[in-house]
């Protein structure tokens, strides 16, 4: 049997006789051993192929790729080759450095491959020759018979040739948040893949009843092996951040070598010596070259990292905390994520009255109408609902759990916010007898001995309770005729909310001890509704409002049905009224250019499968948005990966879509999002503020040094000097401006388009002012000095000091680039007066320790000097100040 004819097989469409007989199957016998083994050779174990990995050598070479990088490597390289060891030395650790951190960094994170192949590995029972085996799910092949309970994390694709009161949780699949009821009867070949209820998928979970399949697929042809395909087949994005940078430095090298080689060209035609003019051209790109720039953005974004992780997201690659801030589209899953995923009876009609119902969860905490006390039908329907039910309610670790279909759980949860413990019901009013949910039946009912009387409690679907029932009750709990209209009304009116209906109607069973499918028969007397639906997050409506606030757009991708997802979207803000949601189904007949024109206008996406949910992710970006997808699922996992950003969820989420994201919230909250975007807009800022302060040093210190030989005159500073201004700057002042708090209005303003370069107009000009402040400032007194009859040490110390003290000057200017350092507080960033004491001790060892003194080339200069020094970083300060506040005015 090969491979090709199982591929492409719409295996729900086929009876599964038919099934069976395509795959040579027997469901009475299963596979004999020969035939497994001649299986196993033409597919394989039952597992996903891992994707191929680069080796550590490979990834840590990697991070010397970048242009930025590439360019530092090279001055190192031909500053070793002119002998200037102490040069190339520093240049070399910090791009050491700089690697060594982005290398640890990335090797924290596993392989998504590898993690979607563990959730799929697990024991099951076969049946083999006729006779049941215990084996590893790697041990299946197409063709074996598949035995399920209640418990059982499938194995492999499956279709069911028996089901009783079988039920799947999908939501790691599919995005249904409710159980599944599994039935063995064909579908139509259309039918989607959340509502193939004739299928069993690998990596699902069998909370109910039992059942039997045959294996239609293993492997990498699985729907986990589809979306395993899709995260192999998706690249790994850059980020905005790096982007820019790549683009940045790519026109920095040119602006380096176009300086260099001006100098070079220069001082030849002077007539100078062509191996000074190397040594000066060498100097010029040395300075120019803002050495301390790849190692203050790892540090600038780890300590992104570190504050993102005090406000519960964790951050698994550096550079997506600055892809935060860049976010213009969230792409959020619904289930888990915007909701608890845990069912909440929100609303009961019960005697012809509606009820509110408060609370959120699986927590009883909460209140029933005015929280008076509960009697009539009102009583008896929560009663209903908790005695003919299977599943359980505890506390562990001050968390509720449900053990069971989370709907049940729901009932359970209702009925105790009434004081109804179903611990307590079920030793009062044991159960006698029962008749299992079936989905053909679509109902289930009990049998309880009531004060001395039989009486049966059904609880399922509207239309097969309400069509038995010949009576209901009235509020106060008499018996009264059917008013089946006003029943029907009060349904529509809770599905219309986005509300789950459930109905519950009960049977006085008089003398009988057991039930049968025809009990019903005899007439049943109505009871009530319950609505309930999967609760949005407390604190995510205020974080989508927050979003919204600060120009980003939130969208919703669900697996869920579309009622359901366009209520608690219109409940969170996320849809408007009169807004309405796309189906799966619909997108799946859209172009690649109408999908992104839905995409600019829709914001709510219902019953999507995974491929879809990646084509949604690629349609914003193709439309230039900058896109952050969170989720919990396996079906999420592709989307993770191809979004700028992927955010999964820690607590809920599966290893898949923790390990295909960049980003995970470890408490599961929605709104842990919005803080982390602030902390991404306020990493970038602190990172243009670290740019726009350097800037000015390099450019100014290569001015220097064109000014020198257009001038003919000496060097006011060489290389090696200008290596210290550079890199104890960069540590011990730039660096400082990583800890600036973020600035209030950052999550007032809009996202930043994707396109804008790193620094825009106004800085530009504002770094073109700093660097001729440097210039004439640090060449005017080292002229100056050697004017005086100062020795060249003394001049060029003076001009070193001139660079660091308006270095110093000016870190006050970049803690803000608009508004004054006086409206920030002098002293709300203490690390900046920790860097300037640091600062000034090292620069009064360079200028008066001999050792330093010997190693620099620098000499003592006097109290004059120190008073000119202080002078000209007083007039940069308030020149920049001017020019700030020149520029608010405008």
């Known amino acids: 049997m090969s491979k090709s004819l199982l591929q492409d097989v719409a295996w729900h469409s086929l009876p599964a006789d038919e099934a069976a007989a395509r795959l040579t199957a027997s469901f009475e016998q299963g596979l004999d051993d020969a035939e497994v083994a001649c299986r196993r050779s033409q597919h394989g174990e039952n597992r996903l192929t891992p994707a191929p990995s680069r080796g550590p050598l490979v990834r840590f070479a990697l991070q010397f790729v970048q242009p930025l990088v590439l360019v530092l490597v090279l001055a190192g390289l031909v500053t070793a080759v002119l002998g200037e060891w102490v040069d190339a030395a520093v240049i070399f650790g910090v791009t050491l450095v700089n690697a060594v951190i982005g290398f640890i960094q990335e090797g924290r994170a596993a392989s998504a491959l590898a993690a979607l192949a563990r959730s799929v590995i697990s024991e099951v029972t076969v049946l083999r020759g006729g006779c049941k085996q215990r084996l590893s799910s790697t041990e299946l092949v197409p063709g074996d018979v598949v035995l399920l309970a209640a418990g059982d994390r499938v194995p492999a694709d499956l279709r069911l040739f028996r089901a009783k009161d079988l039920q ?22 259309g039918t989607l893949l959340a509502e193939r209820c004739n299928m069993a998928y690998a990596g699902t979970v069998m909370i109910s009843g039992q059942g039997a399949g045959v294996v239609v697929a293993t492997g990498d042809h699985t729907e986990t092996g589809r979306i395993s395909r899709l995260i192999a087949e998706t690249p790994d994005l850059t980020t905005p951040l790096t982007r820019r940078m790549a683009i940045f430095s790519n026109w920095l090298l040119l602006a380096i070598g176009l300086l260099a080689g001006l100098t070079f060209t220069v001082g030849m035609w002077r007539g100078e010596s062509a191996f000074a003019m190397f040594m000066a051209a060498v100097a010029l790109a040395v300075g120019a070259i803002p050495e301390g720039l790849p190692a203050a953005m790892t540090i600038t974004l780890a300590i992104g990292v570190s504050r993102m992780a005090r406000r519960r997201a964790i951050i698994r690659k550096l550079p997506a905390v600055e892809t935060l801030g860049s976010t213009t589209v969230i792409c959020s899953d619904k289930t888990g994520t915007l909701t608890e995923n845990q069912m909440t009876v929100r609303e009961i009609y019960a005697g012809g009255v509606r009820t509110a119902v408060s609370g959120s969860g699986y927590s009883p905490t909460g209140m029933i109408g005015d929280g008076g006390d509960v009697a009539g039908a009102l009583r008896e329907c929560l009663l209903a609902g908790a005695l003919c039910n299977d599943a359980g309610l505890s506390r562990s670790n ?15 949860v209702v009925a105790r916010k009434a004081g109804l413990d179903e611990r307590t019901l079920q030793k009062l009013f044991p159960r006698l007898d029962e008749i299992p949910f079936d989905s053909a039946r679509q109902y289930m009912a009990t049998l309880h001995d009531i004060d001395g009387a039989r009486v049966a409690y059904f609880k399922g679907a509207l239309e097969q309770l309400l069509s038995r029932s010949l009576s209901m009750l009235d509020r106060n709990g008499r018996s ?21 209906v459930l109905a519950v109607a009960r049977l006085a069973a008089a003398s009988e001890s057991s039930l049968t499918p025809t009990s019903a028969d005899a007439g049943l007397e109505f009871v009530g509704l319950m609505g309930m639906v999967d609760p949005p997050r407390p604190k995510a409506i205020a974080a989508v409002r927050t979003c919204h606030a600060a120009g980003i757009t939130v969208k919703m991708i669900t697996g869920d049905h579309a009622t359901t997802a366009l209520s608690i979207a219109r409940q969170m803000g996320i849809a408007k009224s009169g807004e309405t949601a796309i189906s799966g189904r619909e997108l799946a007949a859209l172009g ?45 996992a592709p989307a993770l990966k191809q979004a700028d950003i992927g955010i999964a969820m820690g607590l809920g989420g599966t290893e898949v879509a923790k390990d295909a994201a960049e980003m995970v919230l470890t408490d599961d909250d929605f709104a842990a999002i919005e803080a982390a975007v602030e902390e991404g807009r306020g990493v970038y800022d602190n990172l243009v503020k ?56 950052v999550m007032r303003r809009p996202p930043r388009p994707p396109g804008t370069p790193i620094l825009d107009a106004a800085l530009v000009w504002r770094i073109v002012l700093v660097s001729l402040l440097l210039l004439a400032g640090s060449f005017g007194l080292f002229l100056r000095e050697l ?28 803690r803000s680039l608009k508004l004054s350092a006086l409206r920030l507080g002098l002293f709300s960033n203490p690390a900046i007066w920790y860097g300037i004491a640091v600062m000034a001790l090292l620069q009064a060892g360079l200028t008066y320790l001999p050792l330093m003194n010997r190693l620099f080339a620098t000499a003592p200069i006097g109290w004059r000097e120190w008073l000119e020094i202080g002078a000209v970083g007083v007039v940069a300060y308030f020149v920049v100040g001017v020019e700030k506040r020149l520029r608010a005015l405008r």
């Open 690 to 745: 670290f740019i726009t302060w350097t800037l000015p040093t390099n450019f100014g210190e290569g001015l220097v040094i064109v000014a020198a030989i257009l001038a003919g005159a000496t060097l006011p500073i060489t290389p090696l000097q200008i290596l210290w201004i550079n890199m104890t700057t960069a540590v011990f002042l730039g660096l400082m401006l990583a800890f600036e708090p973020i600035e209030h209005a």
């Open 398 to 412: 001050r968390h509720w759990e449900i053990v069971g279909d989370p709907t049940e759980g729901a009932l359970l």
């Open 480 to 500: 009264v005729s059917l008013r089946r209209e006003q029943i029907e009304g009060a349904a529509a009116t809770m599905a219309a909310a986005g509300l789950r």
């Open 592 to 636: 690649d250019e109408s999908l992104r024109e839905v995409v600019r206008r829709i914001n709510v996406f219902a019953r999507v499968e995974p491929a879809q949910k990646l084509r949604l992710v690629r349609a914003l970006q193709a439309n230039g948005e900058v896109v952050a997808m969170t989720g919990d699922g396996v079906n999420d």
């Open 168 to 189: 799947a949780i999908e939501a790691a699949l599919t995005g249904e948040s409710t159980a599944v009821a599994k039935g063995g009867e064909a579908l139509p070949a």
């Open 787 to 814: 004017a005086q009859g100062h020795s060249l040490a003394e001049a060029r110390t003076v001009a070193v000091n001139v660079f660091v003290v308006v270095e110093g000057m000016y870190l006050f200017n970049c």
